[in-house]
Nanobody, 124 residues
Framework: QVQLVESGGGLVQAGGSLRLSCAASGRTFSSYTMGWFRQAPGKDREFVASIRWSGGSTYYADSVKGRFTISRDNAQNTVYLEMNSLKPEDTAVYYC?????????????????WGQGTQVTVSS
């Protein structure tokens, strides 16, 4: 069992930055693929970024490539999402997810555990 708790969301102006954190419980954190997804009002949950257990492979949605960076600290059981050059269209609830045996990291159905989400609001 893995429990995930996100933090770091908030209100920021366009062009600003935020860093989201996701703290995970469980001694097997390092064996999980971790992902960030987001859901805006009235829209489906969408993939943002993911990182394999070793941290060597990262993946990004085209909409955030070059602006967001995902990283993990297995010693601290934490995954981060550094968000720069934020745009109003980045406004959403951001969710952290963990999965074992994830093949297609962009699919939310591949993940076994989810956090409660943290709100990110970008004003224009």
């Amino acid at each position: 069992q893995v429990q995930l708790v996100e933090s770091g969301g908030g209100l920021v102006q366009a062009g600003g930055s935020l860093r989201l954190s996701c703290a995970a419980s469980g001694r097997t954190f390092s064996s999980y693929t971790m992902g960030w997804f987001r859901q805006a009002p009235g829209k489906d949950r969408e993939f943002v970024a993911s990182i394999r257990w070793s941290g060597g492979s990262t993946y990004y949605a085209d909409s955030v490539k070059g602006r967001f960076t995902i990283s993990r600290d297995n010693a601290q059981n934490t995954v981060y999402l550094e968000m720069n050059s934020l745009k109003p269209e980045d406004t959403a609830v951001y969710y952290c997810a963990a999965g074992r045996g994830v093949v297609v990291t962009t699919l939310n159905t591949e993940y076994d555990y989810w956090g409660q989400g943290t709100q990110v609001t970008v004003s224009s």
